[in-house]
């Protein structure tokens, strides 16, 4: 390989760097530590001297995240305050090249997420992959407990699919969210008088890929003295086409003023 305009031989990877952002996560996250744990036992104890570092980005927590967090001590923590799990899993990335060493670009990233648990193969399987000469390997989350429950095989738009109902986290929906568009989404729950923290009955048609084709979103909201359903439908097809979206005429939309139940007289 080349870095820095200079031919090195390195073996690749030379190390492993594991990124977990979380955003309050402390009910998941033992769970989460734990699995990881025990794949980089199972990558030890296969034979694989590969150096290991887990790197978790603790991202505006204000739970006790951190407390789980410290009993791992091997686990490096980096706190940070970007409210954006892109930017929070980025930061991870840059602390781990930057404990890397001379060559980065030898390290192997792996990611996942703080509400997930891997398999114990599963830097075994990266490892494998990388060997053989992968620059990227993707894999699939399949849901396991809690909420979820198969309703049954669909078609959508003519392809085969697993119908889904599960509850939606409201915090960890919104938590990938610009700053300006979370805390627009939590002034409208606020000032709608939305209690819960939980949409329940979202449903999902996923294919034999594990890609979304139907989400169905719905949510029960008190308007006066009637109970509404205010919900949203999204078909998804053409994965990885461009994608070109027109903007609506004036009379074919609305904003959260046209709705006075969802704004105080201050607003």
Request: glycine share 8%; proline share 5%; aromatic share 6%.
């Amino acid at each position: 390989m080349r870095f820095n305009g200079k031919d090195v031989v390195v073996d690749v990877p030379s190390s492993v760097a594991v990124v977990v952002p979380a955003r309050n996560e402390e009910r998941r996250l033992a769970a989460c530590l734990s699995a990881l744990q025990a794949a980089v036992g199972q990558l030890l104890g296969g034979g694989d001297a590969t150096p290991v570092r887990v790197v978790l980005v603790l991202d505006r927590c204000t739970d006790g995240s951190a407390a789980v967090a410290a009993r791992w001590p091997s686990v490096q923590v980096v706190t940070t305050r970007h409210g954006r799990v892109g930017a929070a899993r980025a930061a991870g990335i840059r602390h781990a090249a930057a404990l890397a060493g001379v060559y980065p670009e030898t390290t192997w990233i792996a990611t996942t997420d703080a509400d997930s648990v891997v398999p114990a193969d599963w830097l075994q399987t990266q490892l494998h992959f990388a060997r053989a000469g992968a620059d990227l390997l993707l894999g699939m989350v399949r849901p396991s407990t809690g909420s979820v429950r198969v309703l049954g095989m669909d078609d959508v738009d003519g392809v085969r699919t697993t119908h889904y109902r599960f509850n939606i986290d409201r915090d960890k929906a919104t938590q990938g969210m610009p700053e300006k568009y979370r805390r627009a989404a939590e002034l409208v729950f606020e000032r709608s008088g939305f209690k819960g923290s939980v949409f329940r009955n979202a449903e999902v048609w996923l294919d034999d890929q594990g890609r979304p084709r139907r989400l169905v979103v719905r949510i029960h909201q008190q308007v006066r003295s009637d109970l509404a359903i205010v919900g949203f439908r999204l078909n998804m097809k053409q994965f990885g086409q461009p994608v070109s979206i027109d903007e609506p005429i004036p009379d074919a939309t609305s904003t959260v003023a046209d709705y006075p139940q969802l704004v105080s007289s201050r607003g």
